[in-house]
């Protein structure tokens, strides 16, 4: 089976940076979605960004279009999140997911959509 392991959260303050890594293994996704998704306590799990294929055009949430980038390393398998001016309703656990297949851009942002999902990575801002 694919596993998916997400790394590089971390504790910051409002308006710092940071860059999430997804690093896939057991399958290569670069002609498949992958995607962000996070889950703040007390909340349910929402969308935040992704592509279709590792060319394709980001899909991102309102709450964080124009701050956040998706990109992927086809090489290295892992799709990132650049998260920039990070606020305190930024803090969620993050999650990496990957879809078997392309999606389109009226599904890709449902959870159900994606095959495999990673563990999770904390990140936290303070104000």
């Known amino acids: 089976q694919a596993q998916l392991v997400e790394s590089g959260g971390g504790l910051v303050q409002a308006g710092d940076s940071l860059r999430l890594s997804c690093a896939a293994s057991g399958r290569t996704f670069s002609s498949y979605a992958m995607g962000w998704f996070r889950q703040a306590p007390g909340k349910e799990r929402e969308f935040v960004a992704a592509?279709?294929?590792?060319?394709?055009?980001?899909n991102y949430a309102d709450s964080v279009k124009g701050r956040f980038t998706i990109s992927r390393n086809n090489a290295k398998n892992t799709v990132y999140l650049q998260m920039n001016s990070l606020k305190p309703e930024d803090t969620a656990v993050y999650y990496c997911?990957?879809?078997?297949?392309?999606?389109?851009?009226?599904?890709?942002?449902?959870?159900?959509?994606?095959?495999?999902w990673g563990q999770g990575t904390q990140v936290t801002v303070s104000s």
């Open positions: 592509n279709s294929w590792s060319g394709g055009d980001g």
């Open positions: 997911a990957a879809a078997g297949r392309p999606l389109a851009r009226g599904i890709i942002k449902e959870s159900t959509e994606y095959d495999y």
